[in-house]
């Protein structure tokens, strides 16, 4: 199984399907390690309660400057043999070092379908534009913001009436769904890297998940 860290800003309810898809012994993954950039993230609880050890790198002991907390938080995943990283809801934008640090061996989730509405208010954006599809999106982390191979998204109808609240919660439910498929696939190594794509093998393969 290979050792996993999430990595979390706040409710970690990402966090938990991957933590619950990991308790069955057949899951190519274990969750080794969670960390937090918020000592008050409601998530740090919610894991250390299942017996998981956490830590907490808090961006403001570094006032600014990005690569010593990246060194900090690079220094912890190396120290508890940290094999993969998964983001999940972890909002602080990465450094070049980071993200070569983990080229290929770390993964992001976003509420939206991607290459659409990267960055923040992705579910007001999207009602904005009177898209009738919306989503999340698992992908590769790359240098740019929401940007990276993607591994899987997962769609979701945008219905007569939704608001911001509504539209985020349905797609909420597609990202428990996805999250821990995609981490899966990258952890047993059916999806790979190709270029700015990813190849994903095997039967039960499939990168999409529309509801
Ligand atoms: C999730 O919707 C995740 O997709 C989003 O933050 C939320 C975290 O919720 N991530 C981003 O916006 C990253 N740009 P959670 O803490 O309950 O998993």
Do not use: C
């Not at 913001?145 to 591994?151: E, L, N, S, T, V």
Request: hydrophobic share 45%; aromatic share 4%.
């Amino acid at each position: 199984r290979k050792k996993v860290a999430v990595l979390i800003s706040g409710r970690g309810s990402n966090m938990m399907s991957l933590i619950s898809a990991a308790m069955s012994p057949s899951y190519p993954a274990e969750i080794g390690l969670v960390v937090s950039n918020k000592p008050d993230a409601a998530g740090l609880t919610k894991a250390a309660d299942l017996g998981i050890k956490t830590a907490v790198v808090d961006h403001r002991d570094y006032k600014g400057d990005r690569e010593a907390f990246e060194h900090a938080l690079n220094g912890l995943l190396k120290d508890n043999a940290i094999e993969l990283v998964a983001l999940a809801g972890f909002m602080r934008l990465l450094t070049p070092f980071l993200v070569n640090e983990w080229r290929d061996r770390m993964i992001n989730i976003h509420p939206a379908l991607l290459p659409s509405f990267k960055g923040l208010n992705t579910h007001e954006r999207a009602l904005d534009e009177g898209v009738k599809l919306h989503g999340a999106t698992v992908h590769f982390v790359s240098a740019e913001m929401d940007d990276g191979p993607i591994i899987m998204q997962g769609a979701v109808p945008v219905l007569e009436g939704d608001t911001p609240e509504t539209l985020g919660a349905r797609v909420l439910g597609v990202e428990h769904q996805i999250y821990p498929k995609a981490l899966e696939l990258v952890a047993n190594g059916k999806a790979k890297v190709k270029g700015q794509k990813v190849s994903t093998t095997g039967s039960d393969a499939s990168g999409s998940d529309a509801l």
